[in-house]
């Protein structure tokens, strides 16, 4: 069974600030992990995905994540934070015979 | 891009009531499933289908039913409606099983059971 970890429910930065989310996932064999976003009164939105290869992946609007198999970590950054960044990102695992699995989620707000 | 529509957007029900949240994909995909979403506990599984006429329990089945009539369409079924089913309800869709597969979210259908 795998299982997947956010630590941090809320996260404050200013706008232009750099930013990392973190995920912590426990499986034995190989997964997929996913970070999604959720704007508030939406549904999640995909952001990016990493399975194998390079191990830091890029996504949309200037996020990217990388995978550590030694921390068991799929970790979310973004340099510089914009206003509209705020939202709930989660992260997601997956394997080849299980469905996805999320993370309880992470509140990132924006000042200005 | 991929589409998938809910209804209602909001609903109040009350306990013992039936309740039915419906959910229409155009994507064309294979997979469609139904999660629930509360404080605490991010989003969780409650049923799922991978082709009209299929459904399968997901990790938190007990009191809902499920129905694939078509490829496009997935319902989520409360016989009796209680309180603690209060939640804001997700449908997805998808087109790989597992592994790579990538949802696409519709906007949620906010549920309270009174």
């Known amino acids: 069974t795998q299982t997947v970890s956010q630590s941090d429910a809320h996260v404050t930065v200013f706008e232009g600030d750099s930013v990392e989310l973190r995920c912590n996932y426990s499986y034995g064999g190989s997964i997929y992990l996913s970070w999604y976003i959720q704007h508030h009164g939406h549904g999640l939105q995909f952001l990016l995905k990493?399975?194998?290869?390079?191990?830091v992946v890029q996504g949309v609007n200037g996020f990217e994540a990388e995978f550590s198999k030694s921390d068991s970590s799929f970790h979310l950054r973004k340099a510089s934070v914009h206003w509209s960044d705020s939202a709930v990102y989660f992260c997601?695992?997956?394997?080849?015979?299980?469905?996805?699995?999320f993370g309880t989620g992470t509140r990132l707000q924006v000042l200005p | 891009e991929a589409a998938v529509t809910q209804s209602p957007r909001n609903k109040v029900a009350v306990t013992g009531g039936k309740v039915t949240l419906s959910c229409n994909q155009t994507n064309n995909h294979n997979n469609m499933y139904w999660y629930r979403q509360d404080t605490g506990h991010g989003l969780r599984l409650i049923h799922y289908s991978y082709g009209a006429g299929s459904t399968e329990k997901g990790d938190i089945p007990d009191g809902y039913k499920a129905s694939r009539p078509s490829q496009e369409n997935f319902s989520l079924i409360l016989e009796l409606a209680t309180p603690s089913q209060t939640s804001v309800y997700f449908c997805?869709?998808?087109?790989?099983?597992?592994?790579?597969?990538?949802?696409?979210f519709g906007s949620g259908t906010r549920l309270t059971v009174l």
């Open positions: 990493y399975y194998s290869g390079n191990p």
């Open positions: 997601a695992v997956s394997s080849n015979t299980n469905k996805v699995v």
């Open positions: 997805a869709s998808g087109r790989d099983r597992g592994s790579a597969e990538t949802l696409y």
